[in-house]
């Protein structure tokens, strides 16, 4: 940068935060976090090299920001706060800004400057840490605890903070004077107001899952594991807390108690449907009850718990647990509406990303499916994971497995372990984590044919470069079918329903946040008429000049 | 997919056929190709296992396209053509479709339903091959030839056409009815009138590099590397064909004539500016020259050929090679306004994506750059290439010693090798050409330290995981400095000049693009006034209702 793209920058600052200011905004932001704004990076010897004024000492590198800061708070006037975020520490050791050095430094050089200090840790993927990882809140207050002894400005902070207890801790021992909470906000807006008006039991606890994040890493309309309004409530009119009353008395029956049915049943009753859910097991909750027994998944348990604890309060739902519905007993109970949500079942041919068609000798050997460790099968020995999934559950069985001690090889033709998880932020963290655990990874290789204790696999680039791998046990772990024979023999008599759905993974296979979505949209349609595989919602329409 | 989803996929194509022809649309398209229509996933047994009447014999794979043709064909009327994209071969083998088999059956089944076909191969990367790997025009005609004799209908194929000869060529010889040409049309939207008007070293032709592809995948605005006003004719009113007339009667100096210096000066020029093109080498196209001369990069001289053909037919245009011109050199010319394109050099310390400094060690050992390569240095035994770039050098580094005889390891600390090239579609095939060529690949590991003869690398994801590689040549792909001395030496004085600019690698490395847009809008911007950092384009506004 040029002395004159600097002038440029700091102008272009003074002009955006004057526009905002014109645009009736109260609070204006300088940015140096998240390893992705020009004062970090010119904060940061890694990036900032310079030989001028800018450059060097730490009074250098932080002149820019000193000059934006100043500049701003100029002019944007007294009725504007100008709030400057800054990430204290970057988790790089001396590879990265550290809170206990240069981190606290910045903190008292600028103490006086911003309105308003918003700190937290860089990058995003430290920050916005999944559950997985950080299943605590208020993970962050290591490390920024002490700017508030350094600055007679209020202090805001994060932390998937979900709970009030959380909350006012940090308040009353000093920490911060906010509470920021932006991820907790996604899955229930109406947070605050639930703290203030002590109606503890209805919030929607974010589950840190980051699927919200990897809709935007994916450039997606954004979703949220527990909160399926999030996204919808200009496009489509979804309230995240009030929904249209009951089109009908009549009685709606839900079929299974995962996040789906839960979610449909809850939002059902809350429309003032009389429900009866009927749910095969002896627990609800199907897939994120069996799921968050898995290692970092336990808050996936808050999807189930969240749903059962204010459905256990409705006088218009009756739950049946250990009931296996028959079609014959469907067609029995006579309830004209009826909503299908037995979820899906792992494969059990190795059908999935590489594979169309079952792996060739798949049948010759005894292989495992994610829902047999979940059940308690015997596992022995090397385990053989193979993940042609790529998203959470690979490396979980394979963690899982470790933990009993066995010798684990976790197979997968992507180029990295649980690909997916790149989207929420995770990827390195399963990497460094299966390597922690000492499993044997091997990449970019999908299995060519299985004969018994041993897998022969076959580079994904290159067909000639072939190995073979032995295992005691081997998993496959790749794509999932909808258990939906119920749901197919009650559609042989359809004209018997005025409402006959499936929903969630017994409709299509996917994520939770996707399932507890399906439900809700069927909840929300059901007797409206819509076709609700097509709806229509609002869009922005382009005006050119 | 229900009965009912294909009800309803069968109505929202009439209904969005029915839009279109509202619309005023003449030609309506039914789309089954790249493997990302319903259409095609039908036709594939791959995907579609249906045992219904949509399922099993090629008939019923085929009644969904039937159908929807057909509906389709009626709903518009008579005035307005329906088109057939079909892909007769995914390149697959037995794993898809194939132009000799089911392809070649899927045309005789469909022959007079559609009003044009429009056939190529799928997926993307076959169809929109990149010049590397399909160097020749008409690159699909083994797989599209068959179609004309099977239809009455006209027929419509691509495969990166830009001269008269080979399209020409293909309509005599009864192939093609019509040519189909986005890239080309990317490069020189003017292309078909060129050829009308015997302009034929007008046409800028297309170098078949996909960086037009490349923005599509991370979602950014499109860019050409032979045509920088793609993109701008509206955000910007760039003109492909003409651009505003002189501002001044000054004289204009150009130093460098690599892309962005010969695209400023063909501008400047067109604008009727007195140009001196200053070259300090004895050949003009700066890097396009020297890495034209790489393993499958040849189609690169277009750049600097199209440019030079028309720069040497100016009578406004002074060029001078062998001419490096010192700061006082260029006070002496005494003209008021300079572009200084002289390009940048491959750092020799490893600094690059992974590393912020120079590699432990590196002054020990002799590391070559590609500039070192290109320029002819020895190299000798076992080359370990190290490339952190990420882009096309590697491997094309890589390949040019396996050609000499070396034996070759590739280092980066990507998850796959040159994972740039995923946006642009090659990254399967360089990696299967690596592998066919014999190239050792070693991924996700970076150069902790270097010694004489070895590298030591760790694992970018656990830093317990270490190995030592040893070589006789190192070569170090990271990234690229500007060669600015002389910009900076001007810049001391820069109140000498009406304009001081440098441009293109000179400002910043980048693509060869970057450096041409970066020209071109230089020339654009001379004499405007205008602060050329930071143009002012028109946006799509959007409405809410």
Same mark, same amino acid.
């Given at each position: 940068?040029?002395?004159?793209?600097?002038?440029?920058?700091?102008?272009?600052?003074?002009?955006?935060?004057?526009?905002?200011?014109?645009?009736?905004?109260?609070?204006?932001?300088?940015?140096?976090?998240?390893?992705?704004?020009?004062?970090?990076?010119?904060?940061?010897?890694?990036?900032?090299?310079?030989?001028?004024?800018?450059?060097?000492?730490?009074?250098?590198?932080?002149?820019?920001?000193?000059?934006?800061?100043?500049?701003?708070?100029?002019?944007? /006037?007294?009725?504007?706060?100008?709030?400057?975020?800054?990430?204290?520490?970057?988790?790089?050791?001396?590879?990265?800004?550290?809170? *206990?050095?240069? /981190?606290?430094?910045?903190?008292?050089?600028?103490?006086?400057?911003?309105?308003?200090?918003?700190?937290?840790?860089?990058?995003?993927?430290?920050?916005?840490?999944?559950?997985?990882?950080?299943?605590?809140?208020?993970?962050?207050?290591?490390?920024?605890?002490?700017?508030?002894?350094?600055?007679?400005?209020?202090?805001?902070?994060?932390?998937?903070?979900?709970? $009030?207890?959380?909350?006012?801790?940090?308040?009353?021992?000093?920490?911060?004077?906010?509470?920021?909470?932006?991820?907790?906000?996604?899955?229930?807006?109406?947070?605050?107001?639930?703290?203030?008006?002590?109606?503890?039991?209805?919030?929607?606890?974010?589950?840190?899952?980051?699927?919200?994040?990897?809709?935007?890493?994916?450039?997606?309309?954004?979703?949220?594991?527990?909160?399926?309004?999030?996204? *919808?409530?200009?496009?489509?009119?979804?309230?995240?807390?009030?929904?249209?009353?009951?089109?009908?008395?009549?009685?709606?029956?839900?079929?299974?108690?995962?996040?789906?049915?839960?979610? $449909?049943?809850?939002?059902?009753?809350?429309? /003032?449907?009389?429900?009866?859910?009927?749910?095969?097991?002896?627990?609800?909750?199907?897939?994120?009850?069996?799921?968050?027994?898995?290692? /970092?998944?336990?808050?996936?348990?808050?999807?189930?718990?969240?749903?059962?604890?204010?459905?256990?309060?409705?006088?218009?739902?009756?739950?049946?647990?250990?009931?296996?519905?028959?079609?014959?007993?469907?067609?029995?109970?006579?309830?004209?509406?009826?909503?299908?949500?037995?979820?899906?079942?792992?494969?059990?041919?190795?059908?999935?990303?590489?594979?169309?068609?079952?792996?060739?000798?798949?049948?010759?050997?005894?292989?495992?499916?994610?829902?047999?460790?979940?059940?308690?099968?015997?596992?022995?020995?090397?385990?053989?994971?193979?993940?042609?999934?790529?998203?959470?559950?690979?490396?979980?069985?394979?963690?899982?497995?470790?933990?009993?001690?066995?010798?684990?090889?976790?197979?997968?033709?992507?180029?990295?372990? $649980?690909?997916?998880?790149?989207?929420?932020?995770?990827?390195?963290?399963?990497?460094?984590?299966?390597?922690?655990?000492?499993?044997?990874?091997?990449?970019?290789?999908?299995?060519?044919?299985?004969?018994?204790?041993?897998?022969?696999?076959?580079?994904?680039?290159?067909? $000639?470069?072939?190995?073979?791998?032995?295992?005691?046990?081997?998993?496959?772990?790749?794509?999932?079918?909808?258990?939906?024979?119920?749901?197919?023999?009650?559609?042989?008599? *359809?004209?018997?329903?005025?409402?006959?759905?499936?929903?969630?993974?017994?409709?299509?296979?996917?994520?939770?946040?996707?399932?507890?979505?399906?439900?809700?949209?069927?909840?929300?349609?059901?007797?409206?008429?819509?076709?609700?595989?097509?709806?229509?919602?609002?869009?922005?329409?382009?005006?050119?000049?």
């Amino acid at each position: 940068m040029s002395k004159r793209d600097i002038a440029n920058l700091r102008r272009w600052h003074v002009e955006a935060a004057q526009r905002a200011r014109r645009a009736g905004y109260d609070i204006v932001y300088v940015y140096a976090g998240h390893d992705m704004t020009m004062l970090q990076h010119f904060m940061k010897p890694q990036y900032n090299q310079r030989g001028d004024e800018y450059g060097g000492s730490l009074e250098n590198r932080v002149r820019l920001t000193r000059e934006i800061l100043t500049e701003v708070r100029e002019a944007v /006037g007294h009725e504007c706060a100008v709030a400057f975020r800054f990430s204290t520490d970057e988790l790089l050791g001396e590879d990265g800004l550290q809170a *206990e050095s240069e /981190g606290r430094d910045i903190v008292a050089m600028l103490a006086e400057l911003p309105d308003l200090w918003d700190v937290n840790i860089s990058g995003w993927e430290n920050d916005s840490a999944t559950a997985r990882f950080e299943p605590n809140e208020g993970y962050q207050e290591a490390y920024t605890a002490f700017v508030k002894s350094l600055t007679s400005k209020p202090v805001v902070g994060v932390g998937r903070f979900t709970s $009030a207890d959380a909350m006012v801790s940090q308040v009353r021992r000093g920490l911060l004077d906010l509470i920021g909470a932006a991820r907790p906000s996604i899955a229930d807006p109406f947070l605050p107001r639930k703290i203030d008006e002590d109606r503890f039991d209805e919030i929607r606890e974010c589950i840190g899952c980051n699927i919200c994040v990897a809709a935007d890493n994916i450039v997606a309309p954004i979703r949220c594991t527990q909160n399926p309004t999030q996204g *919808e409530e200009w496009k489509q009119g979804w309230h995240p807390e009030t929904i249209e009353a009951a089109a009908s008395d009549d009685p709606v029956l839900v079929i299974g108690g995962g996040p789906a049915g839960l979610e $449909a049943a809850l939002q059902l009753a809350n429309r /003032g449907y009389a429900v009866t859910l009927a749910e095969a097991g002896e627990t609800l909750g199907g897939r994120v009850s069996r799921e968050s027994e898995l290692p /970092g998944l336990a808050s996936y348990a808050r999807v189930r718990d969240y749903r059962e604890n204010l459905l256990r309060q409705k006088a218009n739902v009756d739950i049946y647990l250990g009931n296996r519905l028959s079609a014959d007993d469907v067609v029995e109970l006579g309830i004209p509406q009826v909503l299908v949500a037995t979820g899906a079942r792992w494969r059990r041919d190795g059908v999935g990303r590489t594979h169309y068609f079952a792996i060739d000798g798949v049948g010759q050997v005894e292989a495992l499916t994610p829902d047999d460790v979940m059940d308690g099968a015997e596992v022995s020995g090397r385990v053989l994971v193979y993940d042609d999934d790529h998203y959470l559950m690979g490396s979980c069985i394979a963690e899982l497995c470790r933990q009993r001690g066995h010798e684990v090889c976790l197979l997968t033709p992507a180029s990295i372990v $649980a690909a997916w998880t790149d989207y929420t932020l995770e990827q390195e963290k399963v990497q460094a984590r299966m390597l922690d655990l000492g499993v044997e990874i091997v990449v970019s290789q999908e299995i060519d044919s299985l004969r018994p204790g041993e897998a022969e696999i076959v580079n994904v680039y290159h067909e $000639a470069y072939r190995q073979t791998l032995a295992f005691d046990t081997l998993v496959l772990i790749t794509s999932r079918l909808p258990q939906d024979e119920l749901y197919q023999a009650l559609l042989a008599q *359809e004209e018997r329903f005025d409402t006959l759905r499936a929903i969630g993974d017994c409709h299509a296979p996917g994520t939770v946040a996707a399932a507890v979505y399906d439900g809700h949209s069927a909840a929300r349609h059901l007797g409206s008429g819509e076709d609700t595989y097509a709806p229509l919602f609002n869009r922005e329409l382009p005006a050119l000049d």
